[in-house]
């Protein structure tokens, strides 16, 4: 069972900036992509970033186009989202998710984390 541990939540003060990270524990896969969504309350899931494994190329949801940064340490299997300039409406839970194969950017993916929680204070 693959499982996606994400870390490096808290709470930020709006502008401020933020890095969360997201791990594989379990036994050993090769996603071909990975990627970053939050969830506010009261609101539907949100894709946020996703990268390609294999290519290393990126894709953004144009609310954090140029604010936002995933990236990907292969030799660990680890992926994380740097958060700059951070505003009171990115507060949400944010999850880590892995595809095993998928050829879109936002959906398909297999395999999700269970969130870590960003805060942004005024």
């Known amino acids: 069972q693959v499982q996606l541990v994400e870390s490096g939540g808290g709470l930020v003060q709006a502008g401020g900036s933020l890095r969360v990270s997201c791990a594989p524990s379990?036994?050993?896969?090769?996603?071909?992509?990975m990627a970053w969504f939050r969830q506010a309350p009261g609101k539907e899931r949100e894709f946020l970033a996703a990268i390609s494994t294999s290519t290393g190329i990126t894709y953004y949801a144009d609310s954090v186009k140029g604010r936002f940064t995933i990236a990907r340490d292969n030799s660990e299997n680890t992926v994380s989202l740097q958060m700059n300039n951070l505003k009171r409406e990115d507060t949400a839970v944010y999850y880590c998710?892995?595809?095993?194969?998928?050829?879109?950017?936002?959906?398909?993916?297999?395999?999700w984390g269970q969130g870590t929680q960003v805060t942004v204070s005024s």
């Open positions: 998710a892995a595809a095993r194969n998928t050829i879109y950017w936002t959906v398909g993916y297999d395999y």
């Open positions: 379990g036994r050993t896969f090769s996603p071909n992509k």
